[in-house]
């Protein structure tokens, strides 16, 4: 078995869905792929969510953003894009903690 990054591209539910930089395990023999639990998990989020996103804001903060975005000189859109994940990882939520298998 060989570890190798490949652009993992499937048809799900009418959507040609590509995951880039997808982890895989390669048989030398037979060429059989076998996907990493990471791997797994992130074909699977690419399943559940597109990455299109429309979102209802008021009026002012949408002339806020693309103020924004025209001082930057980007899109609307890139510009939402950088503010929502700068926002997500300033405002990380609790997860559970890993459990671990005890035997009993
Ligand atoms: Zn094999």
């Given at each position: 078995?060989?570890?190798?990054?490949?652009?993992?591209?499937?048809?799900?539910?009418?959507?040609?869905?590509?995951?880039?930089?997808?982890?895989?395990?390669?048989?030398?023999?037979?060429?059989?792929?076998?996907?990493?639990?990471?791997?797994?998990?992130?074909?699977?989020?690419?399943?559940?969510?597109?990455?299109?996103?429309?979102?209802?804001?008021?009026?002012?903060?949408?002339a806020?953003?693309?103020?924004?975005?025209?001082?930057?000189?980007?899109?609307?859109n890139?510009?939402?894009?950088?503010?929502?994940?700068?926002?997500?990882?300033?405002?990380?939520?609790?997860?559970?903690?890993?459990t671990?298998?005890?035997?009993?």
């Amino acid at each position: 078995m060989q570890i190798e990054t490949i652009d993992y591209r499937f048809h799900y539910q009418g959507r040609d869905i590509t995951v880039p930089g997808v982890a895989v395990w390669v048989c030398d023999h037979c060429g059989e792929q076998v996907f990493p639990y990471e791997s797994a998990r992130k074909i699977e989020t690419y399943k559940k969510y597109s990455g299109r996103l429309h979102l209802c804001v008021p009026p002012e903060l949408h002339a806020e953003l693309a103020r924004r975005a025209q001082k930057h000189h980007q899109s609307v859109n890139q510009e939402a894009y950088q503010i929502l994940e700068l926002a997500l990882k300033a405002m990380p939520v609790k997860t559970k903690p890993v459990t671990s298998v005890t035997a009993s």
